[in-house]
């Protein structure tokens, strides 16, 4: 028997559906803060990394005021920056999609009022708001230490959560079609690491695309990675300006939109594979 959907989610009020998706949230952001070590340990972590990264930045710089036409000062707040955001756009569970899938559990999903996906990226934003505190913590650290700065301008300042939350969307878009690929391979632990380094690098959270070779900064403009990490970055530090904060918003929302398509296809040949036995 094919396993019911959830095609009533159509025909809910938005209130009542938004509030749906509100309740997976609040689920998985209580599944975050249960694991109470992981989660403290992550204050820490994030604490020594920031340290790190400005202690190695001033070393490469080697007394030098600039690099490439770019200051220490901007090159440690933009690996700041692009920590706490990867921190909060990637969080550190992989999409729960693989292991509902493998344990049977996406046949009570489908019973729940909302779509899947919806569930999927509802759980997911939960669990990635519990980084909030965290950056909360990190955030005085690094102006203490010298390793923040200020928004470059007032728009920047205002254009900066706007892009945040598009890296947000992105990615999370991003991980919820890598997660359906369980439905064919029930396994994607193997493509997860790999997905893993390939975004990290050509998201500019390693090494930011002002330092890539031209090769390797055309390709990670033309992938989708580059506004997980290095957009929001760059706005908030003003390089990019004026027209250029439009345009790199607009990337955005092209990614978003063109990821979203993409998953609503994914899905509705994914959902053709699940079956249910049993009453």
Not at 71 to 86: D, E, H, I, R, V
Not at 113 to 124: H, R, S, V
Request: hydrophobic share 55%; aromatic share 10%; proline share 5%.
């Amino acid at each position: 028997m094919t396993a019911p959907t959830a095609r009533a989610a159509g025909k809910q009020p938005l209130g009542a559906l938004l509030q749906a998706q509100l309740a997976c949230a609040r689920m998985e952001f209580r599944v975050a803060l249960t694991y109470r070590t992981a989660y403290l340990s992550s204050f820490a972590m994030m604490l020594l990394q920031i340290w790190l990264l400005t202690v190695v930045w001033k070393a490469l710089y080697d007394g030098r005021e600039e690099v490439d036409g770019l200051g220490l000062t901007t090159m440690t707040a933009y690996a700041t920056l692009t920590t706490l955001q990867y921190h909060l756009v990637s969080p550190w569970r992989s999409s729960p999609i693989e292991q509902r899938v493998r344990e049977g559990k996406v046949a009570v999903d489908l019973l729940r009022p909302i779509g899947f996906p919806g569930q999927m990226l509802a759980g997911q934003l939960g669990w990635a708001s519990a980084a909030v505190p965290v950056l909360l913590v990190a955030l005085p650290f690094a102006l203490l230490i010298g390793a923040g700065r200020a928004p470059a301008s007032v728009a920047a300042g205002f254009a900066y959560p706007v892009a945040l939350i598009g890296a947000l969307l992105v990615n999370q878009l991003l991980g919820l079609l890598l997660g359906m690929v369980a439905f064919w391979t029930l396994e994607v632990s193997g493509a997860l690491m790999a997905y893993r380094f390939v975004a990290q690098f050509f998201s500019g959270a390693l090494v930011p695309l002002w330092f890539m070779p031209g090769p390797v900064r055309a390709a990670a403009e033309w992938l989708p990675f580059q506004a997980t990490a290095y957009t929001p970055a760059a706005v908030y530090l003003g390089q990019v300006e004026g027209v250029g904060i439009a345009a790199a918003l607009g990337v955005q929302l092209v990614w978003i939109a063109g990821l979203g398509t993409l998953a609503a296809f994914v899905w509705s040949r994914a959902r053709r594979r699940v079956l249910s036995q049993g009453g």
